[in-house]
């Protein structure tokens, strides 16, 4: 699988990575055995790049990681976790000290002494100016606690903030064919300092799948269930924020653009990752066959037309409640 350097980390990582949120809780029951089947089977496939965070199931996901690593001491992997999301949210809650206590607990979960990548978790917008996180962040990496730092945003003001400072390394942003936003300014920002671009809820929940239809179902303990309007976190990170049963239209229009012999999440996946500055796009996967059919789609070539029809999509479709010209 194609590699790309990871921003300021110097690291190189599959242009396919594999998003671990599944892998905790929040999206239905995922065992311990199936989580190992869903980690070995997207290596298998040229995977070399794991996203979690602290509070994805309490610390399962990362520890599920950690075992896979231990098992597989060979490999070469990198893993981004994140972290913030512990305490409530409150910009003084991003300190030195809760900086510890955190890293502390996610390089025990993952079962090593240095974190290859931490990202502060979404956290309260004027956490991303304030230059006393990235002292504290720098701190934690001269110590060696951590090799390299960035931030999670919800919005493109916090990622262009973010960008400005040295030693942020990377950026994970929402991006996929309902969410182009962050082609706009953020990608070229990124491009030009250096910064790498993860690009997280590639299949806007699963959407751009083409498995659901108006009548499908999800669990109770599955945020596509209990997050539709943003009750429990930002209701950008389920269905990308757009309404259920417009997202079912616009992805009858999306399967258009499809080639033959492509799978629709492959096309959605292989279109971010040939945007231009984005470093990996890091779907998830809820079983082995899932996890091989999105890492193929770093082998998917998809021309102008395609591209086209994803911009006329957003445009008839997303652009007027997300993200307006004017």
Known sequence: MEQRILGKTGRSVSVVGLGTWQLGADWGNVDQRQAQEILAASVEAGVTFFDTADVYGDGRSEQAIGRFRKDNPGLDLTVATKMGRRLEQLPQNYNLSNFRQWVDRSRHNLDTDSLDLVQLHCPPSPVYSNSEVYDALDTLVSEGAIRNYGVSVERTDEALEAIRHEGTASVQIILNAFRLKPLDEVLPAAKAAGVGIIARVPLASGLLSGKYSKDTSFAENDHRNFNRTGASFDVGETFSGVDYEL????????????????????????????????????????????????????????????????????????????????
Do not use: M
Not at 256 to 274: E, H
Not at 300 to 319: K, M, P, Q, S
């Open 247 to 326: 997202g079912l239209k616009a992805v009858a229009e999306f399967e258009q653009l499809v080639p033959p012999g492509t799978g629709t999440a492959q096309a959605a996946i292989a279109w971010i990752a040939a945007q231009d500055g984005v470093t990996s796009v890091i779907p998830g996967a809820r079983n082995a066959k899932q996890a091989k059919e999105n890492a193929a789609a770093a082998d998917v070539v998809l021309g102008e037309e395609f591209d086209a029809g994803v911009r006329w999509i957003y445009d008839h479709y997303f652009r007027e409640a997300i993200h307006p010209r004017w």
